[in-house]
């Protein structure tokens, strides 16, 4: 499968994101933005969570954030999965903007929704509407149970925070209390999943959450 | 010991970075960046480089960058090191500015170098000279492999790249190969460390880089 690449211009809208969003409803399309740090495991999630989506017949096409590459693009093509391909060429998240330009590439009357994967980046990203129905933060195991003082926006701002690489939770200091507890001291109507993305272990909770939003969303 | 906040002022000059060290090289002392995601482990590693330099009589001291908070650093005050914590309410890297703001608040004529813990972001912190003599990538073994070819600037721009919490590779996929060789294709003099900062193991060879490092730039 081909992969479109599209280079992001900060040409600035304030109301861009509202745009966004309008076309997206007028198409019955539900976007869904994943962000967390680089590595947090967000492209494994997101192949994870498109399997899921296929067997309840719920159609998915990517937009994949890269400063640079197209990597994790190739991946989703490979599955046969319609991906377009965002470099931003450094810049160290997505705008609105570029995904107003990249919607007519997809064939939006053939797609129940969108998932976004923006730059691996735990500051700010967290910043920007880019039009999504829902913002998902990633964080994993391995980075450690301080982010959410550490990194605040982005847990006070996200509807879910996805705990990923759930299975090392031996193998690093990693105080489930402190993460969930920080993250409902700032945002009380977050929604929190332990996940496995890699073995599917603990996605059916997110699954059914998430699922329950598009159906409201639509 | 009592922990001095400082909050970051983002006025920009562009010749600021060329002051700061102007004003450590006249005070003879050493400045270090220490970069990379958040959770890729630099307040541990930074930690266990104090101790290695307390062994060889090198007197330092940190300046520590978070969005928000002061949790890492507590725990250089805990240990007896001079240190600032600087708070950039939301930004996503140190400016040179706040590092030239910072110095008088250290007393350089007893310091042979000051350690810059940079905020947790793989992205911006490359950007911006900030007066350092040594720029320090770390990249921590949970991340995965293909943060060189995604984040290209942050491998371009470092001295050195440190690859941390090296004791989980057999728990990950992490080719270092991929690693190293990316890295020395877009840089082919920066120094490749492979260390468990919780043990101390591979430390040694970075001590000695680093502290020739100093002892050139002195």
Redesign the interface.
Known sequence: MEIKIVRQILEWNENCHAEVQEQLDKSNVYMINIMG???AGKTTFILRLIDEFRKLGIRTGVIEG????K?DAEKMAEIGIPVVQLNTD?A?HIEAMSIKNILPEFNLEEMDVIVIEN??????PA?FDIGEHLKIALL?V???D??V?????MFTRADALVIT?YD?IN?FRFDVDRVTGNSRNRNENISIHKVNSASGEGMQGFVHWVTEKIREGK
Chains 1, 2 share one sequence.
């Open positions: 740090s680089p590595g890269d400063i640079a590459g990597i450094g160290c730059i691996g980046n735990l500051v700010c910043e994993s391995p980075e450690g301080d982010k003082e550490k990194y605040p926006l690489k090392m193998y």
